[in-house]
């Protein structure tokens, strides 16, 4: 896929794209960041109740599961994990080209 990313300013096209790199790079660090922790997160609910996070998600959703609190925070950090790693996927697979 291709992008077209128009910006309009005095900077020299060096400077944008150091700029535009380095915060790519930011949310980047960010985003494993969270992956790690999610991870983490997730592997203790997996260890402490003996089934994935993936199997949780499904009961949640569908309302197959008890109304411990721990659930509620096991969901919220599967859905973290699930968002930070897309997002990560998708930094990941950013190139700037000059």
């Known amino acids: 896929m291709s992008f077209t990313l ?3 300013t005095n900077f020299s096209p060096q ?3 150091e700029v535009i790199r380095s915060a790519l790079e ?7 960041y ?3 922790r999610y991870s983490i997160i997730c592997e203790n609910f ?3 109740y003996g089934f994935i996070s993936g ?3 499904a009961k949640f959703e569908t309302g197959n599961i008890g109304e411990e ?3 509620f925070d096991w969901y919220a950090a599967k859905r973290g ?3 930070w790693s897309k997002k990560l996927e998708v930094l990941s697979d950013i190139s700037i080209k000059e």
């Not at 930011?26 to 494993?32: D, I, P």
Request: glycine share 0%; no cysteine; proline share 0%.
């Open 6 to 8: 128009n910006i309009e």
């Open 15 to 17: 400077e944008v794209s």
């Open 26 to 32: 930011h949310e980047k660090h960010v985003a494993k």
């Open 34 to 36: 969270k992956v790690k």
């Open 46 to 48: 997996e260890s402490k």
């Open 55 to 57: 199997e949780l998600k």
């Open 69 to 71: 609190s721990d659930f």
């Open 81 to 83: 994990l699930d968002h």
